[in-house]
């Protein structure tokens, strides 16, 4: 017989030899393993050494469900994490599954706010729900971002890209650096998943940028947001006071995601936020987490607007100096004949030195106020403190351009004179232009004059630098220019410091309204913390000037006494 076929001769003829030798086999195996046991235990010492334990009813129905429950999960994921456990009852059971069921969900829900931003823009349904079902894997394709496969079948291949507008790639993907096309809007209206989280902590999070504003005379709260380009409505206000909706349409692009919200109409709404009067367009959206977004268009119609926060650290002004809005003058349009470029020695600064001059040029070149130069010309920087005020960087041109530059002419208003009229009025303001000179641009000829050297590079100036020869008169002539083409009455400039005067407080107001639309229109920037606005008595240049009287400012008299 076939060795073989013998296991089956086993089963179907347990009387044949061969069965009888095999039971016969391990009949002395068993046996021997019998007898090299040490002794046999009793019963009861038999079931403690296997940790035999009583099981009542209660507790193998609770096993039998534990296993069935564990057995009927769908996920895969979550039944492993559970199998993983030593120790593990029903109520520990159900509790691990829902809370890592709950994680998976959420998992999904952030997966798929992704997937769902290009569901417009793919062509191909069964894709989108085939690549939501597999989840991401390591190979992406580089034009949609889903799983990787031939450029063919990609439902990116014909759209549009929502960030850059260029075609075949979607925008979460885009690499570009270029601003949306369309309308932004901040995150505080946009993704339906995550409006009730944010709705929840609004109030408490952005109540500082929070007003009241009434429309119609409903009082509604409305949400400042300096990230949105237009202002919105919750849709649901409009349909509560029956509000005229005009239909429109317009995608809204989420600032920090790809997702795209449709609006619902709008309402042109008189809208009064203390003593002042709007009409106001507002775009119509649900779930806002706010009655009211006002955004940069109703922003825009205002200088400034400032928040009071509770901060311990000093008013932090995020704009920097930006250029006027004017032509430039010629700073170097005098110069002598003999006038050649020089290029001055360097100097040896101290270590916290040149650390003040790292960051004063690196906060320049941030400003745009500097850049760097390929110029034949090289002046130094100082750095120079005083008793009562703090480190300034300065350029030291006496040795460069300066030699050079034929003095301009242009008069600095007299003192006296200048005061003595100021104090025929009764309400005065004063304005202080910042960084006075960095406002003025440069033209291109005079730029390669101003060049200097800092921390081993070269740069030159795109505004008037402080020190050079005819700054003064050139920076006066401006702001001069500037009152006599805008008609300003009762305006009075000695360099970087306006005051702006009348004798009746509602023409003093007229006044500086008129002021500072005129330095909108030319870009002038302030420096708000030193302004003063409305008062009867002022300092100006070294005089204390109140309703006809001029005497000296108290503070210059000081290191006298």
Same mark, same amino acid.
């Given at each position: 017989?076939?060795?073989?076929? $013998?296991?089956?001769?086993?089963?179907?003829?347990?009387?044949?030899?061969?069965?009888?030798?095999?039971?016969?086999?391990?009949?002395?195996?068993?046996?021997?393993?019998? /007898?090299?046991?040490?002794?046999?235990?009793?019963?009861?010492?038999?079931?403690?050494?296997?940790?035999?334990?009583?099981?009542?009813?209660?507790?193998?129905?609770?096993?039998?469900?534990?296993?069935?429950?564990?057995?009927?999960?769908?996920? !895969?994921?979550? $039944?492993?994490?559970?199998?993983?456990?030593?120790? =593990? @009852?029903?109520?520990?059971?159900?509790?691990?599954?829902?809370?890592?069921?709950?994680?998976?969900?959420?998992?999904?829900?952030?997966?798929?706010?992704?997937?769902?931003?290009?569901? +417009?823009?793919?062509?191909?349904?069964?894709?989108?729900?085939?690549?939501?079902?597999?989840?991401?894997?390591?190979?992406?394709?580089?034009?949609?971002?889903? &799983?990787?496969?031939?450029?063919?079948?990609?439902?990116?291949? /014909?759209?549009?890209?929502?960030?850059?507008?260029?075609?075949?790639?979607?925008?979460?993907?885009?690499?570009?650096?270029?601003?949306?096309?369309?309308?932004?809007?901040?995150?505080?209206?946009?993704? !339906?998943?995550?409006?009730?989280?944010?709705?929840?902590?609004?109030?408490?999070?952005?109540?500082?940028?929070?007003?009241?504003?009434?429309?119609?005379?409903?009082?509604? @709260?409305?949400?400042?947001?300096?990230?949105?380009? +237009?202002?919105?409505?919750?849709?649901?206000?409009?349909?509560?006071?029956?509000?005229?909706?005009? !239909?429109?349409? *317009?995608?809204? @692009?989420?600032?920090?995601?790809? =997702?795209?919200?449709?609006?619902?109409?709008? *309402?042109?709404? !008189? =809208?009064?936020?203390?003593?002042?009067?709007?009409?106001?367009?507002?775009?119509?959206?649900?779930?806002?987490?706010?009655?009211?977004?006002?955004?940069?268009?109703?922003?825009?119609?205002?200088?400034?607007?400032?928040?009071?926060?509770?901060?311990?650290?000093?008013?932090?002004?995020?704009?920097?100096?930006?250029?006027?809005?004017? /032509?430039?003058?010629?700073?170097?349009? @005098?110069?002598?004949?003999? *006038?050649?470029?020089?290029?001055?020695?360097?100097?040896?600064?101290?270590?916290?030195?040149?650390?003040?001059?790292?960051?004063?040029?690196?906060?320049? =070149?941030?400003?745009?106020?500097?850049?760097?130069?390929?110029?034949?010309?090289?002046?130094?920087?100082?750095?120079?403190?005083?008793?009562?005020?703090?480190?300034?960087?300065?350029?030291?041109?006496?040795?460069?351009?300066? &030699?050079?530059?034929?003095?301009?002419?242009?008069?600095?208003?007299?003192?006296?004179?200048?005061?003595?009229?100021?104090?025929?009025?009764?309400?005065?303001?004063?304005? +202080?232009?910042?960084?006075?000179?960095?406002?003025?641009?440069?033209?291109?000829?005079?730029?390669?004059?101003?060049?200097?050297?800092?921390?081993?590079?070269?740069?030159?100036?795109?505004?008037?630098?402080?020190?050079?020869?005819?700054?003064?008169?050139?920076?006066?002539?401006?702001?001069?220019?500037?009152?006599?083409?805008?008609?300003?009455?009762? *305006?009075?400039?000695?360099?970087?410091?306006?005051?702006?005067?009348?004798?009746?407080?509602?023409?003093?107001?007229?006044?500086?309204?008129?002021?500072?639309?005129?330095?909108?229109?030319?870009?002038?920037?302030?420096? /708000?913390?030193?302004?003063?606005?409305?008062?009867?008595?002022?300092?100006?240049?070294?005089?204390?000037?109140?309703?006809?009287?001029?005497?000296?400012?108290?503070?210059?008299?000081?290191?006298? $006494?």
């Amino acid at each position: 017989m076939d060795r073989h076929l $013998r296991p089956a001769v086993l089963m179907t003829d347990p009387s044949s030899p061969d069965a009888l030798k095999t039971w016969r086999h391990w009949k002395r195996t068993f046996d021997f393993f019998l /007898e090299s046991l040490p002794s046999t235990p009793a019963p009861n010492k038999l079931a403690t050494l296997v940790n035999f334990v009583a099981v009542s009813a209660e507790v193998h129905k609770n096993e039998a469900i534990r296993d069935a429950f564990i057995s009927g999960l769908i996920s !895969p994921q979550i $039944r492993q994490r559970l199998l993983e456990k030593k120790k =593990l @009852n029903l109520e520990t059971a159900y509790e691990d599954a829902r809370t890592l069921d709950m994680a998976e969900k959420q998992s999904l829900s952030y997966r798929s706010d992704v997937i769902a931003a290009a569901v +417009d823009e793919a062509p191909d349904e069964n894709f989108i729900d085939s690549t939501a079902a597999a989840g991401y894997t390591e190979e992406k394709c580089y034009f949609c971002g889903y &799983k990787k496969h031939p450029r063919a079948k990609c439902p990116a291949r /014909e759209a549009t890209c929502k960030k850059c507008g260029k075609l075949g790639h979607f925008a979460k993907v885009c690499k570009s650096t270029e601003k949306p096309r369309k309308t932004a809007m901040s995150l505080t209206s946009g993704n !339906p998943k995550l409006t009730t989280v944010t709705s929840a902590s609004a109030i408490r999070s952005l109540k500082k940028a929070q007003i009241t504003v009434k429309i119609h005379g409903i009082k509604l @709260n409305a949400l400042v947001d300096t990230g949105s380009s +237009d202002s919105y409505m919750n849709l649901s206000i409009a349909k509560q006071y029956g509000w005229k909706v005009t !239909p429109s349409s *317009c995608d809204i @692009n989420m600032a920090s995601t790809g =997702l795209t919200k449709k609006t619902q109409g709008h *309402c042109i709404v !008189p =809208l009064f936020y203390k003593d002042r009067h709007y009409t106001q367009k507002l775009s119509l959206l649900p779930d806002l987490c706010a009655d009211v977004i006002l955004g940069l268009d109703f922003l825009g119609k205002h200088s400034e607007v400032c928040f009071p926060w509770d901060g311990h650290q000093d008013p932090l002004n995020i704009l920097g100096v930006a250029a006027a809005n004017f /032509e430039a003058p010629s700073l170097f349009e @005098n110069l002598t004949e003999d *006038c050649k470029p020089i290029i001055t020695k360097s100097r040896h600064h101290s270590l916290l030195d040149e650390r003040f001059i790292e960051y004063e040029v690196q906060k320049l =070149l941030k400003e745009e106020i500097i850049e760097p130069s390929l110029s034949p010309w090289r002046a130094q920087v100082l750095v120079t403190s005083g008793e009562r005020h703090k480190k300034r960087l300065v350029i030291d041109y006496s040795q460069t351009i300066n &030699k050079y530059t034929l003095l301009d002419a242009y008069p600095l208003p007299r003192l006296d004179k200048m005061v003595e009229t100021i104090s025929r009025y009764k309400y005065y303001s004063t304005f +202080d232009l910042k960084s006075a000179y960095h406002q003025i641009p440069l033209k291109e000829s005079d730029k390669e004059y101003t060049a200097f050297e800092a921390c081993g590079n070269l740069y030159h100036f795109k505004r008037i630098p402080f020190g050079v020869t005819n700054g003064v008169a050139i920076f006066q002539r401006t702001i001069d220019n500037i009152i006599k083409q805008e008609g300003l009455p009762a *305006c009075f400039a000695y360099l970087d410091n306006v005051t702006v005067c009348r004798d009746d407080l509602s023409e003093h107001d007229a006044n500086v309204k008129l002021f500072r639309a005129a330095a909108r229109r030319h870009g002038l920037t302030f420096n /708000e913390e030193k302004n003063v606005l409305g008062v009867e008595l002022i300092d100006v240049t070294g005089y204390r000037i109140s309703k006809g009287e001029i005497r000296p400012d108290p503070a210059r008299l000081t290191p006298l $006494r």
